[in-house]
């Protein structure tokens, strides 16, 4: 499995970015894939996790009404818009995902610890 992110970058308080994450190697019938990010100092932390199928998406509490994960399955890609972005969101951005069974819950496998396969990080610096 790879995993490609990409559309960091520096933005002013209030602005948007879109990361995107293309995925290539994934042979699971159901799986998670999402975003988490690492700050400075700061443990590795579940954004947004989005399912394979059954459009189930989960966020956490601090991105909820700003944040928005999608996934374009003809394109292998995983997107995160970003809205209303505030200085505490500036961190190392990760596409990751996990294969699972779909009786489980989004919300509790959105952890980084649950991830099978990571991809390279790409930096979010939010910034006057």
């Known amino acids: 499995v790879q995993l490609q992110a990409s559309g960091g970058g520096l933005v002013q308080p209030g602005g948007s970015l879109r990361l995107s994450c293309v995925a290539s190697?994934?042979?699971?019938?159901?799986?998670?894939i999402g975003w988490f990010r690492q700050a400075p100092g700061k443990g590795r932390e579940g954004v947004a996790c989005?399912?394979?199928?059954?459009?189930?998406?989960h966020y956490a509490n601090s991105v909820k009404g700003r944040f928005t994960i999608s996934r374009d399955n003809a394109k292998n890609t995983v997107y995160l818009q970003m809205n209303s972005l505030q200085p505490e969101d500036t961190a190392v951005y990760y596409c990751a995902t996990t294969r699972a069974s779909p009786l489980t819950s989004i919300a509790t496998m959105c952890y980084d610890y649950s991830m099978d396969y990571w991809g390279k990080g790409t930096q979010v610096t939010v910034s006057s």
């Open positions: 190697g994934i042979t699971s019938d159901y799986y998670y």
């Open positions: 989005i399912s394979s199928s059954y459009g189930r998406v």
